[in-house]
């Protein structure tokens, strides 16, 4: 990919890219091919100077990410039943009800991780899909960034559904305490994982295109 | 740093045509919609109906998290919480699952199940934890559109879908009818029963009872119920029986039914039945049950009524046709101004009294008014001797002043009295225990006793010892007179007696008169233990005084020396046996007997002793009456033996120191026969005065 990034830095329109050189990495193991190229040599796996589809699957799996997002916030998440007493809980409401008993620390993480993380994400996504055909708002390497952090931080949203996952398994106490995953649960997880397919989907090389978009 | 070559590279833009362009990952968003829109709808869909519940109050729930339950199966869940506009009940808005409101009725029922803990059962213990919830109970209707209910304050003792049959109960009191209680038929809790509420009159209390499917089909008109209450003790001739019912009658009451005999008609819903007070009693009414057709009437009485109690038993002609349901004073406008009588009002069963089963009040009340035309009075009468427990009598008393039922517009029917007089229960008692001393029995033995002392006095007369002598100078004449023709001619038993009576001269000449009359009365054979007995013997005696009477015509002075010896053996015998002298003791004893018996009983002494007292005491009466049928006749043998004695003894000739004695001795046993005469009489009068004293 990106040869040498340090040289580089700050000065895009001087690099030499590996598409005007004619070349094109493997993504999944690196090795440098001729453009002609369509099977790495190496791995076997499909290689392509730039994913004609990248975009596509890119708006498709947000969309995907954003519409079940929706019945992940309206239906309950956890279904408790305490002495025979079922409380249903949604993700925001179940963050007021942290906030009202006080625990704000707590309250806090599972706001950021359940709404700001995911909502942050898509924005960031979208943004970058957007983006890629213009040069202007932030820079090249400050998008890369963005893409690296959204690809990094994908993974850690599953944290809410693992603990439901976790409580679900271990708190089968018949009449005395009972957790079940509700609806949002598994809406939850699946906006997560369409959120991460879509992050991945995204091929950052179009980023740089911009701005060979401008030089030419 | 060396520049790479750059290869041949073919840039070139996407190709722009959106439709050859388009991904198949587009599905996955289109797929996330549906599934999302999927899900949306049918949680849209199973939203339930909405339904309004109002209640008195709401303690305990809590809108979003109290259920609502059909058959313990949540079925909705309370959304609001609110009240009417005027605030006078709080009004529950709640969701309910679709295919649950589509076949509520308008009659279902909801009511709040809180934790209960009542004698009977502890109940809604769920709730202590998961908090109050609202039960549901209905049956399900299709097409049931109601979405306004009014809410119960209490769990309904029946659900809507139970199957049974509702009857009611007459009670006495509610004393021991607590809501709830159960139902059992032979132990087996079988329904409930509801609140006790009065009857219109005032008179009775009446409960509507449940019988559960399939067991209402035990009820019959055979059937009674009785309350088994808490525990029962009495006393009988089988001993104490205690009866316990089960454990939760013990505490909240209970009644219990049966069916008692075969035969009975099915009963309908609404029918009524009497509560008896316990199993023995409703096994009596069997006898002269009260039906379920009782019919009501009053009855006034002037006098007292103690011992009148509620439930005492009515009798007509003996039988048992009703009882007394209630006892009350009300004043009367007289011309003598105000005066307080006594109402009893009374159950009577037309069936008991011979009218068909399904007579009416109508024509139970017509039949009353025909018989009261016929003499037919109410009046009271003592239960038993030992009691002073009264019932009232129907009975026909020709000689009472004319009357007609009453049929007063308001109330029952009124059955004329007439006023009796009631010996009270000591005089009763005692009254027999008088009466048995009254017999002149001892009398009659002090006379016999007399009588003995003249024939002793006659025995140990100078005269009498003087006898032999004479007796042999005129068996020396009468030898002479045996040895004529005419003598000659005379039967064989003549001959035979005169050899008798030489015996018995010989005999008296050997050993004395005296001697052998004392030892007579020291041989004297134990064959009368009581007067029954004696009167036994005494016909034997009149017979034998009747042989001497005839004798005495035909043959004179020799035969009858003879048979007055014998005659007097034989009365020694009879009188002087120890037993009956031993007998008016014994009777003294019998009655002390019988009167601690009784003074054991007023302490509460067993009914056994009392009934055991009561057969000897009837053993005893009969054997008296047994032994009095006798008497006349003896009397009139005795009378008829005097008058043959007095005629003998004044052919007899002289006033001699002996004809003046056996003249004394004859009276005395004249005395003696008016004696039993008069007993026999008394007895005659009013055979019964020895038992019942009345």
Redesign the interface.
Same mark, same amino acid.
């Given at each position: 990919m990106q040869t040498d990034d340090l040289e580089n830095a700050g000065r895009t329109q001087e690099v030499?890219t590996a598409?005007?050189?004619?070349?094109t990495g493997c993504r999944n193991c690196g090795r440098v091919h001729?453009?002609?190229a369509q099977v790495c040599a190496r791995c076997g796996s499909r290689i392509a100077?730039?994913d004609?589809?990248s975009l596509?699957?890119v708006w498709?799996?947000l969309?995907?990410?954003i519409?079940?997002y929706?019945?992940a916030n309206i239906?309950p998440m956890l279904v408790t039943t305490t002495?025979?007493?079922?409380?249903q809980n949604s993700i925001v409401g179940g963050v007021i009800e942290l906030f009202h008993h006080g625990a704000y620390v707590v309250a806090l993480i599972v706001f950021v991780a359940s709404v700001v993380i995911p909502i942050g994400k898509f924005l960031a996504i979208a943004y970058l899909a957007v983006s890629v055909r213009s040069a202007a708002v932030i820079r090249g390497h400050g998008r890369q960034k963005l893409y690296e952090v959204v690809e990094f931080i994908g993974r850690w949203s599953m944290i809410d559904v693992f603990v439901v996952a976790i409580l679900s398994a271990l708190v089968q106490l018949d009449f005395a305490a009972t957790v079940n995953p509700g609806?949002a649960a598994a809406?939850f997880a699946?906006s997560v994982a369409?959120t991460m397919l879509s992050a991945h989907?995204f091929d950052p090389r179009l980023i740089w295109d911009a701005y060979e978009a401008d030089d030419i | 740093m060396t520049?790479?070559k750059?290869?041949?590279?073919?840039?070139s833009r996407?190709?722009q045509s959106f439709l050859r362009? #388009? =991904?198949f990952?587009?599905l996955?968003?289109i797929?996330?919609?549906v #599934? =999302?829109l999927a899900?949306?709808w049918r949680?849209y869909s199973e939203r339930g109906a909405l339904i309004e519940i109002s209640l008195s109050n709401a303690s305990g729930v809590t809108a979003g998290?109290t259920?609502i339950r059909y058959r313990d199966v949540v079925v909705g869940v309370v959304e609001d919480v609110d009240f009417t506009t005027d605030l006078s009940r709080v009004v529950l808005s709640a969701r309910i699952d679709k295919t649950v409101a589509d076949l509520l009725p308008e009659e279902a029922m909801f009511w709040v199940v809180r934790p209960e803990v009542t004698a009977q059962r502890i109940s809604g213990l769920?709730t202590v934890?998961?908090?109050v919830y609202i039960e549901a109970s209905f049956k399900p209707s299709p097409g049931g559109s109601a979405r306004s209910f009014e809410g119960l304050d209490d769990a309904p003792l029946t659900g809507v879908g139970e199957e049974g049959t509702y009857v009611t109960i007459r009670a006495r009191d509610g004393n021991r009818l607590s809501p709830g209680a159960p139902v059992l038929y032979r132990g087996i809790e079988v329904g409930r029963i509801e609140t006790p509420h009065l009857s219109d009159t005032g008179d009775s209390v009446v409960v509507g009872t449940f019988i559960a499917a399939p067991y209402d089909r035990f009820l019959t008109t055979a059937t009674r119920f009785w309350d088994t209450s808490g525990f029962s003790v009495s006393l009988g001739a089988a001993g104490i029986n205690l009866e316990v019912g089960n454990l939760s009658s013990l505490v909240t009451g209970g009644i219990a039914f049966d069916t008692l005999f075969s035969g009975g008609e099915p009963v309908e819903a609404g029918s009524v039945f009497e509560l008896f007070a316990d199993e023995q009693s409703a096994r009596q009414s069997l006898v002269s049950g009260i039906g379920p057709n009782a019919v009501r009437f009053s009855i006034d009485f002037d006098g007292s009524v103690e011992g009148l109690t509620v439930g005492s038993p009515i009798e007509y002609r003996g039988l048992r046709v009703g009882e007394v349901s209630a006892i009350a004073a009300f004043l009367t406008e007289t011309t003598e101004g105000q005066r307080v009588r006594l109402r009893a009002t009374v159950a009577l069963d037309p069936q008991a009294m011979g009218l068909p089963a399904d007579a009416g009040t109508e024509e139970s009340v017509d039949f009353l008014a025909s018989e009261v035309e016929a003499g037919l009075r109410a009046r009271l009468a003592p239960a038993n001797l030992f009691s002073s427990a009264l019932i009232i009598e129907l009975a026909e008393t020709p000689d009472a002043p004319p009357a007609t039922l009453g049929r007063p517009e308001k109330g029952y029917p009124v059955l004329p009295s007439v006023q009796v007089d009631l010996p009270d229960f000591t005089a009763t008692a005692e009254g027999v225990f008088e009466r048995i001393n009254a017999l002149p029995v001892e009398e009659l033995i002090d006379q016999a006793i007399s009588v003995m002392a003249s024939i002793e006095a006659v025995a140990t007369a100078e005269g009498t010892r003087a006898m032999p002598d004479a007796l042999v100078s005129l068996i020396e004449d009468s030898r002479a007179l045996v040895a004529s023709e005419e003598t000659q001619a005379l039967p064989g038993e003549i001959r035979a007696a005169i050899a008798e009576l030489r015996g018995v001269v010989d005999e008296l000449r050997a050993r004395g008169a005296i001697d052998r009359l004392v030892s007579a009365l020291e041989n004297a054979d134990a064959a009368s233990a009581n007067l029954s007995t004696a009167s036994e013997r005494v016909p034997a005696l009149i017979e034998d005084l009747r042989a001497l009477a005839a004798k005495a015509n035909e043959l004179g002075a020799e035969e009858l020396v003879a048979s007055a010896t014998r005659v007097l053996d034989s009365a020694n015998a009879l009188i002087g046996t120890d037993e009956a002298r031993a007998l008016p003791p014994a009777l003294t004893a019998a009655l002390g007997e019988v009167e601690a018996t009784l003074s054991e009983l007023r302490e509460g002494g067993a009914v056994e002793n009392a009934n055991a007292t009561l057969t000897s005491t009837r053993a005893a009466a009969d054997a008296v009456a047994e032994a009095t049928a006798a008497l006349p006749e003896l009397s009139a043998r005795l009378d008829a033996l005097i008058a043959q004695s007095e005629r003998l003894v004044t052919a007899y000739g002289a006033q001699s120191n002996f004809n003046a004695d056996a003249l004394a001795a004859l009276r005395e046993v004249r005395a003696a026969a008016r004696t039993i005469a008069q007993l026999a009489r008394a007895i005659e009068r009013n055979p019964n005065s020895l038992i019942i004293g009345r």
């Open positions: 030499l598409r005007r050189a004619g070349l001729d453009c002609a100077s730039r004609p589809h596509q699957r498709a799996w969309a995907a990410g519409i079940v929706i019945p239906y002495f025979g007493k079922t409380s609806i809406s699946l369409f989907s | 520049d790479p750059p290869a041949e590279l073919d840039v996407p190709r362009n #388009l =991904s990952v587009w996955v968003p797929l996330a919609l #599934l =999302s899900i949306a949680s998290e259920t769920s934890f998961s908090g």
